[in-house]
């Protein structure tokens, strides 16, 4: 199916819509540095749930 440059256009802005910016988390100066062990804290979002029309 052939797409007008316009409507490719348009899509690439809703699909970066979709997406949020990812945004860096403070860490110690400490941190950066030392290795991460098992038992290390990741942030995480957990999204549940239907996310459409």
């Known amino acids: 199916?052939?797409?007008?440059?316009?409507?490719?256009?348009?899509?690439?802005?809703?699909?970066?819509?979709?997406?949020?910016?990812?945004?860096?988390?403070?860490t110690k100066q400490g941190e950066e540095e030392e290795k991460p062990g098992?038992?290390?804290k990741i942030p995480v979002t957990i999204i549940t749930g239907y996310l459409g029309n």
Request: glycine share 6%; net charge negative; with cysteine.
């Open 38 to 40: 098992p038992g290390a």
């Open 1 to 26: 199916m052939l797409q007008t440059a316009g409507a490719q256009d348009e899509e690439e802005e809703h699909a970066e819509e979709d997406c949020p910016e990812l945004v860096p988390i403070e």
